[in-house]
Nanobody, 126 residues
Framework: VQLQASGGGLVQAGDSLRLACEVS????????MGWFRQAPGKEREFVAG????????GYTDSVEGRFTVSRDNAKNTAYLEMSALKPEDTAVYYC????????????????????WGQGTLVTVSS
């Protein structure tokens, strides 16, 4: 099982960035996806979740309106589009997958996810 996150980098405040999470060996069309992040010295926190259908999404308050989670089931890939980035968005971003769920559920708790990517670093300078 492999979740490969990519797209991180160093950007300036106000810039945009798109993260991608390519999933292999999981049945992507029955896998809910989530994005989490962990800043230095802080606990891992939920960022966004998306249902299998892609029709239902959820976000933590601090990114609502700035980040958009999406997925392409034909490409086995989930995305996190980030705009109006702030220095406090600096963190390692992880994608996660929960297999065998219904079409319309998304999950915000890390313990719900059995599969995790390796993380990609996003650094936002002021």
């Amino acid at each position: 099982v492999q979740l490969q996150a990519s797209g991180g980098g160093l950007v300036q405040a106000g810039d945009s960035l798109r993260l991608a999470c390519e999933v292999s060996t999981l049945p992507f069309r029955s896998t809910a996806m989530g994005w989490f992040r962990q800043a230095p010295g802080k606990e891992r926190e939920f960022v966004a979740g998306i249902s299998v259908s892609g029709l239902f999404t959820g976000y933590t308050d601090s990114v609502e309106g700035r980040f958009t989670v999406s997925r392409d089931n034909a490409k086995n890939t989930a995305y996190l589009e980030m705009s109006a980035l702030k220095p406090e968005d600096t963190a390692v971003y992880y994608c996660a997958g929960k297999v065998g769920v219904g079409s319309n559920e998304w999950y915000q708790y890390a313990k719900s996810y059995a599969y995790w990517g390796q993380g990609t670093l996003v650094t936002v300078s002021s």
